[in-house]
C-alpha cells in the first residue's frame, strides 16, 4: 500500500468509524495499538510497514492522526462514529467559525441547524477558505455558512478544538449562522 491518500483514507474508516474492518478495538479515548493495527491491516491483504504510518501520520496534509509520545498508539484526531473521548479540551472559540458543505445539504441546514450526524461532533473551520476547501471535497456546488462561535458560547454551547485545528461542538442551531454564497 504505497498511496498515501488511498493509505490516509483506510486509516479514517479503521480509526474513526470501523476498527473491526482490520479485527481491532479502540480503547475508551479512541487509541488503537500500532502493532495490532499493522498486523490487523496486513492480515487483510494490504501491506503497510511502521515506516509507512509514521509518514502518513507526519505528512497528512489535514493531520488527522497523532501517535502516542512512544509511537506504540495511534488514533485519529476527530471525525469519530464511535463513541470514544479523545480527550478534547473545552476551548473559547472564536468570534465567528465557519462550516462548508454542498447545496443539497443546505435546505435540510437551513431549516433543522448543523448537525453532527453519525459524528460525534459537527466540525467547523476558523476561517473560510478551510470550509471551502472542506466543501470542495464533496460533488456540488459548495455553500459557506457563517457561524455566530462567540454568542454560541456566551449562550452555553461548548466548543471543543481537536489537535489538528478543527472546531468542534454538537449542533449549530439556525439562529447562530447566516450563508456566505
Known amino acids: 500500500m504505497n498511496n498515501d491518500k488511498n493509505l490516509s483514507k483506510f486509516l479514517s474508516l479503521i480509526l474513526r468509524h470501523k476498527p473491526e474492518t482490520v479485527g481491532i478495538n479502540l480503547d475508551e ?5 500500532v502493532e495490532e493495527l499493522l498486523k490487523g491491516i496486513n492480515s487483510c491483504g494490504r501491506r503497510l510497514t511502521f515506516a509507512a504510518l509514521e509518514k502518513v501520520v507526519r ?23 464511535v463513541k470514544v473521548d479523545v480527550e478534547l479540551e473545552e476551548k473559547i ?18 431549516a433543522q441547524g448543523i448537525l453532527k450526524g453519525t459524528r460525534l461532533y459537527v466540525h467547523l473551520s476558523a ?52 450563508r456566505l454564497n
Open 93 to 110: 472559540p472564536p468570534k465567528f467559525l465557519y462550516h462548508g458543505t454542498i447545496e443539497r445539504n443546505a435546505n435540510s441546514i437551513d
Open 29 to 33: 479515548n479512541g487509541w488503537a495499538d
Open 59 to 81: 505528512e497528512n496534509d489535514k493531520q488527522r492522526f497523532s501517535f502516542n509520545e512512544d509511537k506504540t498508539k495511534i488514533r485519529a484526531n476527530q471525525g469519530h462514529s
Open 127 to 178: 476561517d473560510i477558505e478551510t470550509a471551502q476547501k472542506v466543501a470542495a471535497r464533496r460533488k456540488g456546488n459548495s455553500v459557506i455558512y457563517k457561524i455566530s462561535a462567540q454568542v454560541m458560547h456566551e449562550d452555553g454551547y461548548k466548543f471543543f478544538q481537536s489537535k489538528n485545528g478543527v472546531w468542534l461542538t454538537e449542533i449549530v442551531p439556525p439562529k447562530y449562522f447566516s
